[in-house]
């Protein structure tokens, strides 16, 4: 059973282009979460979602940044017209399922590293 | 509203000899809490985690970590380093009333020395 895939590992954009992040979860896995690292600090949450549904995007800068889980294909976090703050490892994970009030076990993809030029 | 605190940002220690990682919580609710092991350039790894069940919990690698809730502390423990547990360690909370959001913290970096 291979484990959460991101691609790519790693990508390099210049100021104001666009970065696509993919990230295909483990096999019967239908959550899916992105987190973002920035250099010296923890992950931060940035969006939960499941099959064509947002749950949660608390953690999501307020422009240029979206996401989604289509019902194919693999979930995009894209961030459009990227800044230097943008450079970070952006990671993604998925689960089977959460129920309220208890905890499924995220598995976390390698990471894609963004540095932006 | 939940956070996490990991009192040290670098931990060196020789090979061999036991490590000690700190963290402390604040939680609203009862927490469930973890640690993830993340090695350079790979993602993370969870080492053990609690959800109020037996205080000591025991992980994967060697690794344990004990639950004092009068302290709010969730300290990772190893008796005897080893040079492959030379890696980033995070903290983690779940609060029990939302979907399971996990909250980092800043994360403690282990050296070993031969």
């Known amino acids: 059973n291979a484990g959460v895939m991101q691609n790519p590992r790693h990508l390099v954009r210049r100021r104001g282009q666009e970065a696509r992040l993919r990230c295909s979860p483990m096999k019967g896995h239908s959550h899916v979460y992105w987190y973002r690292q920035l250099p010296e600090e923890g992950l931060k949450f940035m969006v939960y979602?499941?099959?064509?549904?947002?749950?949660?995007e608390s953690g999501m800068p307020k422009e240029r940044f979206s996401a989604e889980f289509p019902k194919e294909g693999p979930s995009i976090l894209r961030i459009q017209q990227v800044v230097r703050g943008d450079s970070a490892a952006y990671f993604c994970a998925s689960s089977f399922s959460t129920g309220e009030g208890s905890y499924n076990e995220q598995f976390f993809g390698p990471g894609t590293r963004l540095t932006v030029l | 509203a939940q956070s996490v605190t990991q009192l040290d940002s670098h931990v060196s220690v020789s090979e061999g000899t036991p490590v000690l990682l700190r963290c402390n919580y604040s939680s609203s609710y009862s927490p469930s809490l973890f640690w993830y092991v993340q090695h350079p350039n790979k993602g993370l790894q969870l080492l053990l985690k609690?959800?109020?069940?037996?205080?000591l919990v025991k992980g994967i690698n060697g690794f344990e970590a004990e639950f004092k809730k009068s302290e709010t502390s969730f300290h990772l423990t190893k008796p005897s380093a080893h040079m492959s547990d030379a890696a980033e360690y995070f903290c983690v909370v779940s609060s029990t009333d939302s979907w399971g959001k996990l909250q980092f913290g800043a994360g403690t970096q282990v050296v070993v020395t031969p």
């Open positions: 979602l499941q099959k064509e549904n947002i749950i949660d």
């Open positions: 609690y959800t109020s069940a037996a205080t």
